[in-house]
């Protein structure tokens, strides 16, 4: 009985592992691409003293008025983040597609590894979308003007307060976008991710190695960060906006806000950041991917 119980939990603690250990690593990246979507959205207004969007010199920015510190502003939400989001995404498709092998005694078809990874992307997004709000208020307020940050605390704070100022529905502000964005971003992370893995074990004849993991994951995340850029731009704008002196909000929804980018930034804006988001995915997909099989195939082996 306790084996069952803990073959049932092991990909979903696995999952919720492998997330923190590689949000962890590339939160300063995160960091930087946040600012930089913000920084196109502030200059495609036009008007003085516009900042430049090269990640370095963010970077350089970043550390100058916050020290290194600010790199991993909004740590405590990226984490709580995953204990949920990731939690859910990558167990819940390691779950699905497990039983699904066990079940029919055969590899899944890429049509079932896209049903299930966009599946466990969606679910995982709703369970996990408060904590992202507050994630990004937090690595975005040093651009506001000093009178309009919010100076979060830290996320128990951020949350606590927008429940209080905002309404219990403000903690799923953006979850359109944020929807959209889990389900390319699985779909495109998890399902390259096992198919590219298959593809190579049946060219070489061989069973999962470290180099065909890396490949894989690799892979995985230059497909994942092109697909899911343009709605995670989306979400950071309509999740980090202030309504203005006449109470309305910027964006009215994900279409509205997508459609006011390319006006503004033309059609490009929806991947403004394009290679610091892939230098950001890639790591943090490889190292949650390899993270999980190692866990997984370690106390498989453990257990048999």
């Known amino acids: 009985m306790g084996g069952d119980l803990f073959d049932v939990i ?24 946040v600012q930089i979507q913000v920084i196109g959205e502030t200059n495609a207004k036009g008007g003085p003293g516009a900042l430049s ?4 010199q963010v970077a ?8 290194v510190r600010g790199l991993y502003k909004g740590l405590d939400a990226a984490l709580l983040r995953q204990i949920t989001y990731g939690t859910a995404r990558l167990g819940l498709f390691r779950y699905l597609s497990d039983s699904h092998k066990a079940k029919h005694k055969r590899n899944l078809t890429f049509g079932e590894k896209a049903l299930f990874s966009s ?23 040093s651009l506001l003007p000093p009178e309009q940050r919010r100076n979060y605390k830290h996320v128990g704070d951020a949350l606590t307060r927008m ?15 944020t929807i959209c964005r889990a389900i390319s971003m699985n779909m495109g992370m998890l399902t390259t991710y096992d198919q590219i893995k298959e593809m190579i074990n049946e060219y070489t004849g061989t069973k999962d190695t470290m180099s065909t993991q890396v490949t894989a994951s690799a892979c995985a995340g230059v497909v994942c960060s092109t697909l899911s850029l343009p709605f995670d731009n989306a979400k950071t704008k309509l999740q980090g906006m202030k309504a203005g002196p006449d109470g309305k909000f910027p964006y009215k929804n994900i279409f509205d806000c997508m459609g006011r980018t390319v006006a503004t930034e033309g059609i490009t804006g929806l991947w403004i950041g394009l290679p610091t988001y892939i230098f950001r995915v890639s790591p943090h997909a490889i190292t949650a991917l390899l993270v999980q099989d190692f866990l997984h195939h370690t106390f498989t082996k453990k257990a048999h």
């Not at 999952?15 to 960091?31: L, N, R």
């Open 60 to 67: 350089q920015r970043v550390i100058k008025h916050e020290g």
């Open 119 to 141: 599946f466990s992307g969606f679910v995982g997004c709703l369970v996990g979308n408060p904590a992202d709000v507050s994630l990004v208020r937090c690595q975005r307020d």
């Open 10 to 33: 092991k990909p979903f603690l696995f999952g919720g592992i492998s997330g923190c250990v590689a949000t962890s690593v590339i939160q300063p990246i995160d960091t930087v691409k």
């Open 163 to 177: 429940v209080r100022e905002e309404g219990i529905l403000s903690l799923w502000r953006g979850s359109i976008p």
């Open 53 to 56: 969007t090269n990640p370095f």
